[in-house]
Protein backbone atom coordinates (compact mmCIF):
# COMPACT_ATOMS: atom_id res chain seq x y z
CA UNK A 1 0.00 0.00 0.00
CA UNK A 2 1.44 3.24 -0.89
CA UNK A 3 1.34 6.21 1.95
CA UNK A 4 -0.19 9.58 0.69
CA UNK A 5 1.74 12.47 1.68
CA UNK A 6 1.12 14.40 4.70
CA UNK A 7 -0.30 17.77 3.84
CA UNK A 8 0.18 20.62 6.77
CA UNK A 9 -1.75 23.50 7.20
CA UNK A 10 -1.93 25.73 10.58
CA UNK A 11 -4.14 26.48 13.01
CA UNK A 12 -6.13 29.02 15.27
CA UNK A 13 -7.71 28.51 17.72
CA UNK A 14 -11.36 29.65 15.78
CA UNK A 15 -15.21 29.54 15.01
CA UNK A 16 -15.20 28.30 11.83
CA UNK A 17 -12.81 26.36 9.08
CA UNK A 18 -12.88 26.15 5.16
CA UNK A 19 -11.39 23.08 3.05
CA UNK A 20 -12.25 23.15 -0.60
CA UNK A 21 -11.75 19.63 -2.37
CA UNK A 22 -10.38 21.18 -5.80
CA UNK A 23 -6.73 22.00 -4.68
CA UNK A 24 -3.98 19.97 -3.87
CA UNK A 25 -2.74 22.29 -1.16
CA UNK A 26 -4.83 24.44 0.89
CA UNK A 27 -3.65 28.12 1.54
CA UNK A 28 -6.27 28.34 3.84
CA UNK A 29 -4.34 29.73 6.96
CA UNK A 30 -5.58 28.63 10.63
CA UNK A 31 -6.65 25.43 9.84
CA UNK A 32 -4.78 22.06 10.37
CA UNK A 33 -5.11 19.08 7.97
CA UNK A 34 -3.16 15.84 8.55
CA UNK A 35 -4.08 13.78 5.81
CA UNK A 36 -4.36 14.35 1.76
CA UNK A 37 -5.86 17.02 -0.25
CA UNK A 38 -6.96 15.53 -3.98
CA UNK A 39 -8.43 17.02 -6.50
CA UNK A 40 -11.55 16.77 -7.01
CA UNK A 41 -12.55 15.49 -10.57
CA UNK A 42 -15.74 16.80 -11.17
CA UNK A 43 -15.59 20.13 -13.30
CA UNK A 44 -17.49 21.57 -10.55
CA UNK A 45 -16.09 23.34 -7.44
CA UNK A 46 -16.43 21.79 -3.99
CA UNK A 47 -16.07 23.72 -0.77
CA UNK A 48 -16.64 21.72 2.81
CA UNK A 49 -16.79 24.11 5.98
CA UNK A 50 -17.08 23.39 9.47
CA UNK A 51 -18.00 25.23 12.44
CA UNK A 52 -20.38 28.64 13.26
CA UNK A 53 -22.19 30.55 10.92
CA UNK A 54 -21.27 27.89 8.06
CA UNK A 55 -24.83 26.03 8.47
CA UNK A 56 -27.17 27.75 6.71
CA UNK A 57 -25.36 27.29 3.09
CA UNK A 58 -25.25 23.51 3.77
CA UNK A 59 -26.25 21.30 1.24
CA UNK A 60 -28.00 19.18 3.78
CA UNK A 61 -29.03 20.31 7.28
CA UNK A 62 -28.50 17.05 8.70
CA UNK A 63 -24.86 17.79 10.23
CA UNK A 64 -26.22 21.45 11.72
CA UNK A 65 -27.26 22.25 15.16
CA UNK A 66 -28.94 25.43 16.01
CA UNK A 67 -28.37 26.95 20.19
CA UNK A 68 -31.70 26.20 22.63
CA UNK A 69 -33.45 29.63 22.67
CA UNK A 70 -31.87 31.37 19.04
CA UNK A 71 -34.28 31.97 16.49
CA UNK A 72 -33.89 30.44 13.12
CA UNK A 73 -33.36 33.44 11.46
CA UNK A 74 -30.59 34.54 13.93
CA UNK A 75 -27.45 36.05 12.82
CA UNK A 76 -25.30 34.97 15.75
CA UNK A 77 -22.50 32.76 15.05
CA UNK A 78 -23.38 29.07 16.62
CA UNK A 79 -27.47 29.68 15.38
CA UNK A 80 -26.36 27.29 12.91
CA UNK A 81 -23.05 25.27 13.71
CA UNK A 82 -21.63 22.82 11.21
CA UNK A 83 -20.27 20.07 13.86
CA UNK A 84 -17.95 18.36 10.92
CA UNK A 85 -16.70 18.98 7.49
CA UNK A 86 -19.89 19.35 5.43
CA UNK A 87 -19.85 20.53 1.64
CA UNK A 88 -21.57 23.73 1.30
CA UNK A 89 -24.15 24.37 -1.61
CA UNK A 90 -22.84 27.96 -3.64
CA UNK A 91 -26.11 28.86 -4.91
CA UNK A 92 -27.08 28.61 -1.04
CA UNK A 93 -23.91 30.62 -0.53
CA UNK A 94 -23.63 33.23 -3.20
CA UNK A 95 -26.23 32.20 -6.16
CA UNK A 96 -25.87 32.55 -10.27
CA UNK A 97 -26.33 36.28 -10.20
CA UNK A 98 -23.42 36.78 -7.75
CA UNK A 99 -21.25 33.68 -9.06
CA UNK A 100 -21.33 32.11 -12.95
CA UNK A 101 -21.15 28.24 -13.13
CA UNK A 102 -17.73 28.26 -14.05
CA UNK A 103 -16.37 30.02 -11.01
CA UNK A 104 -13.67 28.53 -8.95
CA UNK A 105 -12.13 29.24 -5.87
CA UNK A 106 -8.58 30.67 -5.85
CA UNK A 107 -8.16 31.00 -2.06
CA UNK A 108 -9.81 31.03 1.03
CA UNK A 109 -9.46 31.98 4.80
CA UNK A 110 -11.07 31.77 8.38
CA UNK A 111 -10.39 33.90 11.01
CA UNK A 112 -11.25 33.88 15.01
CA UNK A 113 -15.48 35.01 13.41
CA UNK A 114 -14.81 35.90 10.04
CA UNK A 115 -14.01 33.95 6.87
CA UNK A 116 -13.30 34.78 3.30
CA UNK A 117 -13.74 32.86 0.32
CA UNK A 118 -11.98 34.42 -3.53
CA UNK A 119 -13.67 33.35 -6.83
CA UNK A 120 -13.01 34.32 -10.35
CA UNK A 121 -13.89 32.64 -13.66
CA UNK A 122 -11.56 30.46 -15.67
CA UNK A 123 -11.46 32.32 -18.33
CA UNK A 124 -10.95 35.60 -16.36
CA UNK A 125 -8.69 34.64 -13.73
CA UNK A 126 -7.61 38.09 -12.71
CA UNK A 127 -10.88 39.28 -11.83
CA UNK A 128 -11.60 38.06 -7.95
CA UNK A 129 -14.84 38.53 -6.69
CA UNK A 130 -14.47 38.09 -2.63
CA UNK A 131 -17.03 36.63 -0.57
CA UNK A 132 -16.86 37.42 3.53
CA UNK A 133 -19.26 35.84 6.32
CA UNK A 134 -18.94 37.01 9.79
CA UNK A 135 -17.99 39.08 11.90
CA UNK A 136 -17.31 42.47 10.09
CA UNK A 137 -17.03 45.54 12.62
CA UNK A 138 -13.57 46.39 11.35
CA UNK A 139 -14.72 45.37 7.94
CA UNK A 140 -12.27 41.97 7.85
CA UNK A 141 -14.77 40.99 5.66
CA UNK A 142 -13.31 44.00 2.41
CA UNK A 143 -15.94 46.43 3.04
CA UNK A 144 -18.58 48.28 5.15
CA UNK A 145 -21.23 46.66 5.51
CA UNK A 146 -23.42 45.12 8.98
CA UNK A 147 -21.49 44.61 11.58
CA UNK A 148 -22.31 40.71 11.38
CA UNK A 149 -23.16 39.59 8.03
CA UNK A 150 -25.76 37.01 7.67
CA UNK A 151 -25.80 36.82 3.83
CA UNK A 152 -22.01 36.99 2.31
CA UNK A 153 -20.41 40.00 1.54
CA UNK A 154 -19.08 40.43 -1.86
CA UNK A 155 -16.11 42.71 -2.81
CA UNK A 156 -14.48 43.19 -6.27
CA UNK A 157 -11.07 42.43 -6.34
CA UNK A 158 -8.32 43.44 -9.86
CA UNK A 159 -6.35 40.52 -10.01
CA UNK A 160 -6.00 36.67 -8.88
CA UNK A 161 -6.53 36.19 -5.17
CA UNK A 162 -3.67 33.22 -4.21
CA UNK A 163 -3.63 33.47 -0.51
CA UNK A 164 -5.68 34.75 2.31
CA UNK A 165 -5.16 35.22 5.80
CA UNK A 166 -7.21 36.27 8.69
CA UNK A 167 -6.69 37.24 11.86
CA UNK A 168 -8.71 38.31 15.10
CA UNK A 169 -10.61 41.88 13.36
CA UNK A 170 -8.03 41.75 10.30
CA UNK A 171 -7.39 40.52 6.76
CA UNK A 172 -4.89 40.41 4.00
CA UNK A 173 -4.14 38.75 0.50
CA UNK A 174 -1.84 37.97 -1.71
CA UNK A 175 -3.23 39.17 -5.04
CA UNK A 176 -1.12 38.12 -8.83
CA UNK A 177 -1.51 40.37 -10.94
CA UNK A 178 -0.37 39.71 -14.87
CA UNK A 179 3.11 39.98 -15.79
CA UNK A 180 4.19 37.58 -12.51
CA UNK A 181 4.04 40.38 -9.88
CA UNK A 182 2.23 40.06 -6.81
CA UNK A 183 0.96 42.88 -4.10
CA UNK A 184 -0.46 42.37 -0.50
CA UNK A 185 -4.06 43.89 0.13
CA UNK A 186 -5.32 44.13 3.65
CA UNK A 187 -8.30 45.26 5.36
CA UNK A 188 -9.79 45.19 8.85
CA UNK A 189 -8.76 46.82 12.48
CA UNK A 190 -5.82 48.76 11.99
CA UNK A 191 -5.80 49.93 15.87
CA UNK A 192 -2.68 47.89 16.77
CA UNK A 193 -1.18 48.39 13.32
CA UNK A 194 -1.68 45.21 12.12
CA UNK A 195 -2.72 46.25 8.44
CA UNK A 196 0.18 48.72 8.21
CA UNK A 197 -1.46 51.42 7.24
CA UNK A 198 -0.94 53.49 10.09
CA UNK A 199 0.92 57.13 9.84
CA UNK A 200 2.76 58.03 12.08
CA UNK A 201 3.62 53.86 12.38
CA UNK A 202 4.37 53.85 16.39
CA UNK A 203 1.70 54.23 18.47
CA UNK A 204 2.16 55.18 22.34
CA UNK A 205 0.69 53.03 25.11
CA UNK A 206 -2.73 53.23 26.08
CA UNK A 207 -6.05 52.15 25.04
CA UNK A 208 -6.12 51.00 21.15
CA UNK A 209 -8.14 53.37 19.09
CA UNK A 210 -10.58 51.41 16.61
CA UNK A 211 -9.09 52.26 13.27
CA UNK A 212 -10.41 49.97 10.55
CA UNK A 213 -10.10 50.13 6.78
CA UNK A 214 -11.83 48.35 3.34
CA UNK A 215 -9.66 46.58 1.52
CA UNK A 216 -6.23 48.51 0.60
CA UNK A 217 -3.00 48.32 -1.03
CA UNK A 218 -0.30 47.73 1.58
CA UNK A 219 1.98 50.34 -0.44
CA UNK A 220 4.63 50.74 2.60
CA UNK A 221 6.23 47.11 2.00
CA UNK A 222 7.08 48.29 -1.65
CA UNK A 223 9.65 50.74 -0.73
CA UNK A 224 10.80 48.13 1.73
CA UNK A 225 11.67 45.95 -0.84
CA UNK A 226 14.27 45.78 -3.74
CA UNK A 227 13.59 46.24 -7.17
CA UNK A 228 12.21 42.97 -8.76
CA UNK A 229 11.24 41.45 -4.45
CA UNK A 230 7.68 40.42 -4.45
CA UNK A 231 5.76 38.94 -1.70
CA UNK A 232 5.47 35.06 -1.82
CA UNK A 233 3.20 34.65 1.48
CA UNK A 234 1.31 36.26 4.35
CA UNK A 235 0.13 35.38 7.40
CA UNK A 236 -2.05 36.60 10.12
CA UNK A 237 -1.51 36.28 13.74
CA UNK A 238 -4.31 37.51 16.20
CA UNK A 239 -3.10 41.21 16.25
CA UNK A 240 0.19 41.25 13.86
CA UNK A 241 0.92 40.43 10.01
CA UNK A 242 4.12 38.62 9.01
CA UNK A 243 4.92 38.82 4.79
CA UNK A 244 7.29 36.47 3.01
CA UNK A 245 9.05 37.97 -0.04
CA UNK A 246 10.85 36.13 -3.03
CA UNK A 247 14.41 36.96 -1.52
CA UNK A 248 13.30 35.01 1.24
CA UNK A 249 13.35 37.78 3.85
CA UNK A 250 10.38 38.84 6.66
CA UNK A 251 8.49 42.03 7.44
CA UNK A 252 6.16 42.22 10.38
CA UNK A 253 3.73 44.79 11.90
CA UNK A 254 1.62 45.13 14.29
CA UNK A 255 0.92 44.13 18.16
CA UNK A 256 4.78 42.88 18.87
CA UNK A 257 4.43 42.82 23.48
CA UNK A 258 5.69 39.50 22.96
CA UNK A 259 8.18 40.14 20.61
CA UNK A 260 5.55 39.31 17.79
CA UNK A 261 7.65 41.72 14.95
CA UNK A 262 10.71 39.45 15.51
CA UNK A 263 12.88 42.96 15.54
CA UNK A 264 13.97 42.88 19.49
CA UNK A 265 13.23 45.21 22.08
CA UNK A 266 13.30 48.51 20.19
CA UNK A 267 9.17 47.04 19.07
CA UNK A 268 7.53 45.78 21.76
CA UNK A 269 4.43 47.55 21.66
CA UNK A 270 2.39 48.15 18.52
CA UNK A 271 3.65 49.04 15.10
CA UNK A 272 1.47 50.30 12.24
CA UNK A 273 4.64 49.84 9.49
CA UNK A 274 5.94 46.58 7.88
CA UNK A 275 9.59 45.84 9.49
CA UNK A 276 12.06 43.84 8.16
CA UNK A 277 12.50 40.65 10.77
CA UNK A 278 16.32 40.91 12.33
CA UNK A 279 18.41 38.16 12.82
CA UNK A 280 17.49 35.90 9.47
CA UNK A 281 20.30 37.10 6.97
CA UNK A 282 22.70 33.84 7.46
CA UNK A 283 19.89 31.56 4.81
CA UNK A 284 16.97 32.71 2.59
CA UNK A 285 13.80 31.99 4.12
CA UNK A 286 11.29 29.67 2.06
CA UNK A 287 8.55 29.56 4.47
CA UNK A 288 6.37 30.83 7.41
CA UNK A 289 3.67 30.06 9.72
CA UNK A 290 1.98 32.44 12.24
CA UNK A 291 -0.73 31.99 14.56
CA UNK A 292 -1.68 34.01 17.75
CA UNK A 293 1.12 35.69 18.78
CA UNK A 294 4.08 33.41 17.43
CA UNK A 295 6.02 32.53 14.16
CA UNK A 296 7.99 29.88 12.45
CA UNK A 297 10.03 29.98 9.62
CA UNK A 298 11.78 27.76 7.76
CA UNK A 299 15.15 28.76 6.03
CA UNK A 300 17.20 27.25 3.52
CA UNK A 301 19.34 24.78 4.27
CA UNK A 302 16.76 22.48 7.00
CA UNK A 303 17.15 25.67 9.30
CA UNK A 304 14.04 26.45 11.63
CA UNK A 305 13.16 29.63 13.36
CA UNK A 306 10.81 30.93 15.77
CA UNK A 307 10.34 34.32 17.51
CA UNK A 308 7.02 35.31 19.43
CA UNK A 309 5.25 34.07 22.93
CA UNK A 310 6.68 31.10 23.68
CA UNK A 311 5.19 30.50 27.13
CA UNK A 312 3.94 27.19 26.87
CA UNK A 313 6.63 25.89 25.62
CA UNK A 314 5.72 25.78 21.77
CA UNK A 315 9.13 27.56 20.44
CA UNK A 316 10.71 23.50 20.61
CA UNK A 317 13.54 24.52 22.67
CA UNK A 318 12.82 23.36 25.92
CA UNK A 319 12.11 26.58 27.53
CA UNK A 320 8.94 28.42 28.41
CA UNK A 321 9.40 32.05 27.41
CA UNK A 322 7.13 34.59 27.70
CA UNK A 323 9.03 36.88 24.63
CA UNK A 324 11.87 35.73 22.11
CA UNK A 325 11.99 39.24 20.66
CA UNK A 326 14.28 38.16 17.87
CA UNK A 327 14.34 35.07 16.03
CA UNK A 328 16.38 32.27 17.75
CA UNK A 329 17.17 29.14 15.96
CA UNK A 330 15.52 25.64 16.99
CA UNK A 331 17.64 23.06 17.00
CA UNK A 332 16.08 20.42 15.16
CA UNK A 333 17.60 17.08 14.27
CA UNK A 334 15.02 14.26 13.11
CA UNK A 335 14.78 14.76 8.84
CA UNK A 336 14.56 17.13 6.24
CA UNK A 337 11.65 19.82 7.02
CA UNK A 338 9.28 19.48 4.28
CA UNK A 339 5.91 21.65 6.52
CA UNK A 340 6.15 23.98 9.90
CA UNK A 341 2.21 25.16 11.03
CA UNK A 342 2.26 27.36 14.15
CA UNK A 343 -1.13 26.77 16.34
CA UNK A 344 -2.84 28.45 18.86
CA UNK A 345 -0.36 27.43 21.92
CA UNK A 346 1.50 24.49 20.00
CA UNK A 347 3.90 24.11 16.39
CA UNK A 348 3.80 21.50 14.34
CA UNK A 349 7.23 20.38 12.03
CA UNK A 350 6.60 17.35 9.16
CA UNK A 351 9.60 16.20 8.10
CA UNK A 352 9.99 14.35 4.25
CA UNK A 353 9.32 10.95 5.93
CA UNK A 354 6.28 12.10 6.76
CA UNK A 355 6.52 11.98 10.14
CA UNK A 356 4.70 14.81 12.85
CA UNK A 357 5.91 16.64 15.70
CA UNK A 358 4.67 18.76 17.79
CA UNK A 359 5.77 21.01 20.84
CA UNK A 360 3.55 23.28 23.51
CA UNK A 361 0.52 23.00 24.73
CA UNK A 362 -3.12 21.23 24.14
CA UNK A 363 -3.89 18.45 21.85
CA UNK A 364 -0.60 17.72 20.46
CA UNK A 365 -1.55 13.95 19.52
CA UNK A 366 0.70 12.37 21.95
CA UNK A 367 -0.27 9.46 24.60
CA UNK A 368 -1.44 10.76 27.93
CA UNK A 369 -2.30 9.25 30.99
CA UNK A 370 -6.24 9.77 32.21
CA UNK A 371 -4.75 11.85 35.39
CA UNK A 372 -3.52 14.70 33.23
CA UNK A 373 -7.74 14.84 31.42
CA UNK A 374 -9.27 15.21 35.18
CA UNK A 375 -10.89 18.93 35.26
CA UNK A 376 -11.52 20.24 38.93
CA UNK A 377 -13.76 23.16 36.98
CA UNK A 378 -12.46 25.86 39.29
CA UNK A 379 -13.53 28.77 37.01
CA UNK A 380 -16.40 27.62 34.50
CA UNK A 381 -18.78 29.99 36.02
CA UNK A 382 -16.17 32.91 35.59
CA UNK A 383 -15.07 31.68 31.98
CA UNK A 384 -18.62 31.11 30.58
CA UNK A 385 -19.40 34.31 31.40
CA UNK A 386 -16.11 36.17 30.04
CA UNK A 387 -16.94 33.89 26.59
CA UNK A 388 -20.17 35.45 26.74
CA UNK A 389 -18.88 39.26 27.16
CA UNK A 390 -16.66 38.66 24.02
CA UNK A 391 -19.11 37.60 21.73
CA UNK A 392 -19.73 33.97 22.39
CA UNK A 393 -23.52 32.46 22.89
CA UNK A 394 -24.75 33.07 26.61
CA UNK A 395 -24.25 29.33 27.10
CA UNK A 396 -20.96 28.62 25.65
CA UNK A 397 -20.14 25.00 24.69
CA UNK A 398 -18.77 22.88 27.69
CA UNK A 399 -15.56 21.77 25.78
CA UNK A 400 -14.79 25.23 24.76
CA UNK A 401 -15.07 26.06 28.46
CA UNK A 402 -12.73 23.10 29.61
CA UNK A 403 -10.05 23.98 26.83
CA UNK A 404 -9.97 27.75 28.47
CA UNK A 405 -9.76 26.22 32.16
CA UNK A 406 -6.88 23.87 31.09
CA UNK A 407 -4.95 26.83 29.49
CA UNK A 408 -5.64 29.22 32.43
CA UNK A 409 -5.30 26.75 35.16
CA UNK A 410 -1.60 25.82 33.33
CA UNK A 411 -0.72 29.16 33.52
CA UNK A 412 -1.23 30.00 36.87
CA UNK A 413 0.56 27.20 38.11
CA UNK A 414 3.41 28.76 35.70
CA UNK A 415 3.46 31.77 37.61
CA UNK A 416 3.15 30.17 41.11
CA UNK A 417 6.17 28.14 40.13
CA UNK A 418 8.19 31.15 38.86
CA UNK A 419 7.42 33.20 42.08
CA UNK A 420 8.11 30.00 44.33
CA UNK A 421 11.47 30.29 42.75
CA UNK A 422 12.47 34.12 43.32
CA UNK A 423 10.38 33.60 46.96
CA UNK A 424 13.56 32.72 48.80
CA UNK A 425 10.99 31.13 51.76
CA UNK A 426 9.94 28.04 51.65
CA UNK A 427 6.43 26.79 50.72
CA UNK A 428 5.46 30.35 50.65
CA UNK A 429 5.01 33.39 47.82
CA UNK A 430 4.02 36.71 48.23
CA UNK A 431 2.24 39.45 45.98
CA UNK A 432 5.38 40.92 45.29
CA UNK A 433 6.76 37.61 44.09
CA UNK A 434 4.29 38.01 41.61
CA UNK A 435 5.22 41.51 40.33
CA UNK A 436 8.57 40.86 40.45
CA UNK A 437 8.15 38.35 37.78
CA UNK A 438 5.96 40.39 35.76
CA UNK A 439 7.65 43.69 35.64
CA UNK A 440 8.89 42.81 32.43
CA UNK A 441 5.55 42.74 30.80
CA UNK A 442 3.79 46.25 31.84
CA UNK A 443 0.59 45.91 30.63
CA UNK A 444 0.00 42.33 32.89
CA UNK A 445 1.95 44.23 36.03
CA UNK A 446 -0.44 47.04 35.17
CA UNK A 447 -3.55 45.29 35.57
CA UNK A 448 -2.22 43.33 38.93
CA UNK A 449 -1.33 47.05 40.41
CA UNK A 450 -5.00 47.96 39.19
CA UNK A 451 -6.81 44.78 41.12
CA UNK A 452 -4.76 45.28 43.72
CA UNK A 453 -5.76 48.65 44.21
CA UNK A 454 -9.66 47.85 43.85
CA UNK A 455 -9.68 45.57 46.02
CA UNK A 456 -7.87 48.06 49.10
CA UNK A 457 -10.77 50.51 48.05
CA UNK A 458 -13.74 47.44 48.91
CA UNK A 459 -11.92 46.66 52.10
CA UNK A 460 -11.71 50.66 53.10
CA UNK A 461 -15.54 50.64 51.96
CA UNK A 462 -15.98 47.42 53.90
CA UNK A 463 -14.69 49.28 57.12
CA UNK A 464 -17.37 52.17 57.06
CA UNK A 465 -20.54 50.22 57.12
Not at 267 to 289: F, H, K, M, N, Q
Not at 295 to 319: K, P
Request: glycine share 10%; aromatic share 6%.
Amino acid sequence: MSRSPLLLLPLLPCHHHLRSQTQTQSPLPFVRALGSLRSSRSKSTAVAAWGSYWGRFAESRADTIRTPGVSAGSIQPDAYALLVPTRLSLDKLAGPAVLPRNACISAMGAGVRHGLLAFNEREHPYKTKLLGLGLNRCQQLGRAAADTAATPVVTAINGKVSQIACGREHSALLVEVPGGLARILVCGSNALGQIGLATPPRRDLGPPKLSTFAVSDLTSLDDLMAPGESPTKVQCGLDHTVVLTSSGRAFAMGWGADGQLGAGPRLTTAYGRPVLVSGLEEAPLVDISSSTDFTLALAAGNRLYYWGNAEYGQCMTGTKIDQVLTPVQVPFGFGRITGIAAGGCHALVLTDEGRVYSCGYGALGLEVTNKQFQRHKLFTRELSMLMYGFGDTMSPLPESVDVLEDILVDYVNNMCVQAAKVSGRKNKVAVEDFKFILRKDPKKLARVEELLAMNKEIEVARTMF
